[in-house]
């Protein structure tokens, strides 16, 4: 399918103008899960509230600010998802968000100093891509509907609901079905592990141990798959709960994740 960018020429001039620095922005907290708030905090005073490149800092640019309503009609009707999660950094090192002028936000996060993990990046690009297929005008062909965010903080989840859980803090990469498909996943080094084949690969016994001191480890042991995964018994404690409280989320996560084998 044809790819056709509505600031694919700044995108294209960045690339040839070999920019590498990463550029350094203030950066304000914001909720991962929300792309609207994401777009109003780093993008609006740019390209503007309403995302047709009239923000207040527009004028002061060598160059007009593309009308970011208009992706899907310029990519002929389907919003061009890849094309915008690459040009905002999905890849560490390889965006090219603009010209020298605009950040790759990607980088940015990933430098922030406050959730840098390479999943909550992840994770925050693509709820900023989602939001800007919200504001097509016309709407994008075959949109994808953006369920109302499960959570603002990592405790926000109710600790009784492995479900609930594992779609607020594991989905994002292993899929929502477990398959090891999620949005975030084509972005990280290795492909996250297919859940739903915890049991078959381990000689049809559920690795409950392995799997929960894997999720939540103990004191100088293994972390998490790889420094790109979160520990979430450490999240969970660090996000102000208990220690017993923590491990109930562990253990329901837990068992949430034997009741998808096949």
């Given amino acids: 399918m044809r790819i056709l960018f509505s600031f694919s020429t700044l995108v294209l001039a960045s690339l040839l103008s070999g920019q590498t620095q990463i550029k350094r922005v203030p950066i304000t907290p914001t909720k991962i899960t929300d792309g609207a708030e994401m777009y109003r905090t780093y993008c609006a005073s740019c390209h503007g ?27 002929e009707g389907p919003f061009p998802t890849e094309s915008v999660l690459l040009t ?76 609930d859980m594992y779609a607020a803090y594991c989905s994002s990469c292993h899929g929502m079905q477990g398959l090891g498909d999620g949005p975030a996943a084509a972005g990280l080094k290795k492909r996250p592990s297919d859940l739903t084949m915890l049991s078959t690969n381990n000689r049809g016994a559920f690795p409950s141990a392995s799997l929960t001191q894997l999720l939540d480890r103990e004191p100088g042991t293994a972390a998490h798959g790889s420094k790109e995964m979160p520990v979430w018994g450490d999240a969970f404690r660090g996000a102000g709960e208990s220690a017993a409280l923590a491990q109930l989320r562990i253990h329901n996560i837990v068992a949430y994740l034997r009741s998808i084998q096949r």
């Fill in 88 to 163: 905002l950094g999905r890849v560490r090192g390889a965006g090219a968000h603009g010209s020298e002028e605009m950040p790759i936000w990607g980088d940015v996060f990933r430098g922030s100093g406050f959730g840098s993990e390479e999943v909550v990046v992840q994770l925050r690009l693509y709820n900023l891509t989602r939001y800007l297929e919200q504001i097509q005008d016309p709407p994008s062909v075959k949109m994808v509907k953006v369920k109302k965010p499960l959570a603002t903080n990592v405790t926000d989840i109710r600790a009784s609901s492995g479900a």
């Fill in 49 to 75: 509230t309403d995302g047709k490149g009239s923000g207040p800092a527009a004028a002061a640019l060598n160059g007009p600010m593309p009308d970011l309503t208009k992706l899907a009609q310029a990519n």
